[in-house]
């Protein structure tokens, strides 16, 4: 006995080796088990089942043709039993192994018959662990044996199936000649789609929802999903299509959502269905939708458009409900966030002061310009936007409600502009209230406080619509010059401009674009008030793609660039403002801006205007789309340097303490690394040769022997940096909406401040605002800490800033113990610490009750006009020394275009008043192709509603007392009974 065992041994060991020698390497023989196990004897089980299976396939061969189909019939009977509970390979399969090219070869000598058929389907099967890769064959098999259904071989075997049916068909429509129709291509595919068709509901019923989209994805015909699913089935696997959504290319992701949204329906889901349909842009799906849902769905729904400020005034030519209008026109929003605030007591009016803390900071840095006590203009400016901020949409404050302090005096010029349109932030979506408190200033003798008026009647309406239209009826009489001096004249039609824009933001007033375009269109108008008639008509008709203004906004460019190139890339806000109007006009709208990027390319000669004006339409296009070809074109932009051939020059004449934000940085010992501070000198000696150039001509040793030929290398330069600018921010705006795409864009923004050149580094702390809005993230608010004491001014500005967006609206401690520092080590620079200010009021708006994040709806929709809002002020910050810390700091009101509570307000369906419900709040989890029904949020704890939701939190309710009437996502407000 122990001789036959020995002899056995080696056996197996002489064809182990003899295995070994013909691959020319070891080769694992039992899939999912080690080597060493190989060596183990078989069981005696085991070795009966192995010569009985040899026995069968020995037998199957047999020239009598009942002997054979007995044979087959027992083998797969053998083959079934083993893979209905597959846990590690099957037996039968591991023991057939040997038998599969032999079976494979009597196959092919089969004639057709019932026993070839039989021997088929075996094949089938063996093939799935023993034909070689891509060979396709268990497939092939499968199409010659029977028509049972591959399910009764084992889940195994029909996931492998889908892998090749994918594969064989796109296999056969690339042989297809590009003229073959639709039906050629159906007949192509035809036993193909007889398989699918099996294979489809038998993964839909056994929780594989995620392979049977796949499935249906790979073989084109994603249409039929709505055939096969039902009340079971259909939310996994819409849920499933929209997260594909975002990673599938143009067309099919429209596609995917269209199906979704059919699938909703179907099922009577209408909320969920909205959602989509706000995705698409499809109004007229949207109509459809709120026409059949009933009373109490609608008024969800009109919650829900409300929050992305869509109004569907009339449906089919019939009016809707005047109640409703007014729910999706935000006319409760202004009581909702009021009575949010009493619940969470935060009523008690604040001062700049309670947010500054003076007396934390150290006093070493320069007492006195830090104390907020201190009667400056600039100091004076800081505190009304922080005030402004601080207690916007609380309808009450210490400085500019309150007269006896006539704090809107102690300004100057455009400073008393801002402190009276703040009167809107404070007021903010109150339009009743609000325009009887404004009213007053609009007959004022000073140009800039009736100025500040008009844009403050234009913030109050920021989101709230309303069929009186009063902003129009006051907005449009100053939009004509008046008598008074000329300056004032621009100053109060640009308060007006600018303040139509905010009000109908989103709302595609073809009235408003009458009033607008003449002005548009008049050459004899200053810059300034064409950017801003740009600017309003972008947000007005943001992401609606209209053809006409797309048209009007490209002559006017054109018109602007040929009458001076210069004047316009030098005007801060004409080479921001106009290209942004027109990509707001294409926002989210992706390939429908390639007609205009060609016009743009033969319309405008300046080959830097045109890259400006490209780059800028592509980025807001294609914001939030995720789309990797765009992103890998604007690192393209960016990878760009921007030549320096007198850089030598201009170091050897450079003096010690020419570069003040380098010496500045030196001194007080602040951890740059050695390349930010080189790029930092860079920036530094540009712009001194900059002024050199700018000043007298006899002046400068380093003056060029061809003045034109400078002009034309500054100008060029100061092109590329705005395209570059409008790249990075490209980037950052293509990747937002997507968790995934954020982590990559960080990664790529963290390169582009090692290597980029200085236009590239001062945009890149905006682009960290952007991809973390109001989500103070402990990774971006490190990498933005480091950049606040860069060596470059510039990029500090930005990066303050950032720190301000990412903060925005959450009272964040650590941030606000950052700004504080920051305040106190530029305590001494007047506009570092006007920027601190603004982020410092930022931090703390609403007194922590709102956000700025335009993406809600648990990520899955991002709303045009608080992009908008953002988009402007962050376009405007690339050149914040002539904009933003100039006399345009007043675009910092257009933020309240993105200002939404963040809130979870739940109301009784039938009196919409307040009702305390108890929710559970946690960080929200992916449950997207999990099996069973698994946790959505993890982390949780219970509150009384209305409760506060930070960015990435999920709520539910935590009782079953109440339910909700509609609402498939708890944000914002809810229906509940």
């Not at 339409?617 to 939030?624: P, Q, R, S």
């Not at 682009?767 to 109001?774: I, M, P, W």
């Not at 345009?888 to 369906?909: A, G, I, N, Q, T």
Request: glycine share 6%; aromatic share 4%; charged share 25%.
């Amino acid at each position: 006995m122990v001789e036959k065992k020995s002899e056995e041994k080696k056996d197996s060991v002489s064809e182990d080796a003899i295995q070994k020698k013909e691959d020319g390497k070891i080769v694992d023989q039992k899939a999912g088990k080690g080597t060493n196990e190989e060596d183990n004897e078989l069981s005696e089980e085991d070795r009966l089942k192995k010569e009985e299976l040899a026995l069968l396939v020995t037998r199957a061969q047999d020239n009598d043709e009942g002997v054979r189909k007995l044979a087959l019939e027992t083998i797969r009977s053998e083959i079934r039993s083993a893979t209905s509970s597959m846990t590690s390979v099957p037996k039968p399969l591991k023991f057939l192994r040997e038998h599969y090219l032999p079976l494979k070869s009597f196959h092919a000598t089969l004639p057709q018959s019932e026993t070839k058929v039989f021997l088929s389907d075996i094949l089938s099967v063996l093939a799935m662990t023993m034909a070689e890769e891509g060979s396709r064959e268990s497939l092939a098999f499968k199409l010659q044996g029977s028509s049972d259904a591959p399910d009764t071989w084992g889940h195994e075997y029909v996931r492998s199936l889908c892998g090749e049916i994918g594969q064989e068909y796109s296999a056969r429509v690339e042989l297809l000649d590009a003229s073959a129709d639709d039906n050629a291509k159906k007949e192509a595919v035809k036993d193909l789609m007889i398989l699918v068709n099996q294979i489809v509901p038998f993964l839909l019923a056994n929780n594989a929802q995620p392979e049977a989209v796949d499935l249906l994805m790979e073989v084109e015909s994603l249409g039929m999903l709505s055939e096969f699913v039902n009340e079971n089935t259909f939310e996994r696997v819409c849920l499933y299509l929209q997260t594909c959504s975002s990673y599938l290319p143009e067309e099919e992701d429209t596609e995917a959502l269209h199906v979704a949204a059919n699938m909703y329906r179907k099922c009577n889901r209408p909320c969920q269905a909205m959602r989509i349909a706000l995705r698409l842009r499809n109004v007229s799906m949207m109509e459809q939708i709120f026409a059949a849902a009933d009373e109490v769905t609608q008024k969800q729904l009109a919650f829900d458009l409300a929050r992305h400020n869509v109004v569907l005034s009339e449906i089919d030519g019939v009016e809707v409900d005047e109640s409703l209008t007014e729910i999706m026109g935000n006319a409760k929003l202004s009581e909702f966030f009021l009575t949010l605030a009493k619940d969470l007591e935060v009523m008690e009016v604040k001062q700049p002061e309670d947010i500054y803390k003076s007396h934390l900071v150290d006093s070493r840095a320069g007492s006195s310009a830090l104390s907020s006590n201190v009667d400056s203009a600039r100091n004076n400016l800081a505190s009304t936007f922080v005030n402004a901020f601080l207690n916007m949409g609380f309808g009450t404050d210490k400085l500019v409600t309150e007269e006896e302090t006539k704090w809107i005096y102690r300004n100057r010029d455009h400073g008393m502009m801002s402190a009276t349109a703040s009167l809107g932030m404070i007021l903010l979506w109150d339009v009743d209230g609000g325009l009887t408190k404004i009213d007053k200033y609009l007959y004022s003798m000073e140009e800039y406080v009736k100025a500040g008026a008009l844009l403050a009647i234009g913030i109050v309406s920021a989101g709230v619509r309303s069929d009186v239209d009063p902003a129009l009826a006051l907005l449009s009489e100053h939009l004509e010059g008046s008598d008074a001096p000329e300056g004032s004249s621009t100053c109060t039609r640009s308060g007006a401009v600018l303040g139509l824009g905010i009000a109908y933001a989103g709302s595609c007033r073809e009235d408003v674009l009458e009033l607008l375009v003449p002005i548009l269109a008049d050459g004899s108008l200053s810059g300034e008030l064409v950017a801003f008639a740009a600017l309003s008509l972008g947000l007005i008709f943001v992401g609606s793609a209209n053809a006409d203004l797309a048209s009007t906004l490209l002559q006017v460019i054109s018109e602007r660039v040929e009458a001076s190139e210069s004047v316009f890339l030098r005007d801060g806000l004409l080479v921001r403002l106009l290209p942004l109007a027109l990509g707001l006009v294409f926002l989210g709208r992706q390939d429908a801006c390639e007609a205009v990027v060609e016009s743009i390319r033969a319309i405008i000669e300046s080959v830097v205007v045109r890259g400006v004006c490209t780059t800028t339409l592509e980025a807001c296009a294609y914001a939030g789309s995720g789309n990797v070809l765009k992103i890998q074109s604007f690192l393209s932009v960016c990878s760009e340097h921007v030549p320096e051939p007198k850089e030598s020059e201009e170091s050897e004449h450079e003096e010690p303490g020419t570069n003040m934000e380098t010496d500045a940085a030196v001194q007080n010992g602040s951890e740059t690394s050695r390349g930010n501070l080189d790029a930092g000198r860079e920036a530094g000696s540009d712009e001194a040769g900059a002024e050199e150039k700018s000043g007298s001509a006899g002046e400068g040793s380093n003056a060029p022997s061809s003045s034109e030929t400078a002009s034309d290398a500054d100008l060029r330069d100061v092109g590329l940096a705005a395209q570059q600018g409008a790249a990075v921010l490209g980037v950052a705006m293509v990747a937002m909406q997507e968790e995934i795409g954020v982590d990559m864009a960080m990664r790529m923004c963290g390169h582009l401040l090692q290597y980029g050149a200085p236009p590239v580094r001062r945009a890149v702390p905006l682009a960290y605002g952007l991809l973390s809005v109001s989500n103070p993230q402990i990774i971006i608010m490190e990498a933005l800490s480091k950049l606040t004491h860069d060596a470059d001014a510039e990029v500090v500005q930005s990066a303050i800033l950032a720190l301000g967006l990412i903060g925005a609206g959450t009272n964040n401690s650590r941030v606000a113990g950052l700004l504080r520092q920051l305040s106190s080590y530029y305590a001494k620079d007047h506009r570092q610490l006007f920027t601190v200010r603004i982020a410092q009021g930022l931090l703390h708006a609403g007194k922590g009750l709102v956000t700025l994040n335009p993406i809600h709806s648990e990520r899955m929709l991002m709303n045009p006009v608080c992009m908008g809002g953002l988009l402007t002020v962050l376009f405007s910050a690339f050149d914040m020394k002539s904009t933003l810390l100039s006399k345009h700091h007043y675009l910092l009101y257009v933020l309240s275009l993105s200002v939404k509570p963040r809130m979870l307000f739940c109301v009784d369906e039938d009196t919409l008043e307040a009702k305390n419900v108890s929710v559970r709040v946690g960080q929200a989890v992916d449950t997207v192709g999990q099996a069973g029904r698994p946790k959505t949020i993890t982390g949780f704890q219970t509150h009384s509603a209305p409760v506060l939701l930070s960015a990435g939190e999920r709520a539910e309710l935590a009782t079953e007392e109440f339910i909700p009437s509609a609402a498939s996502v708890l944000e914002n407000v809810v229906l509940i009974r």
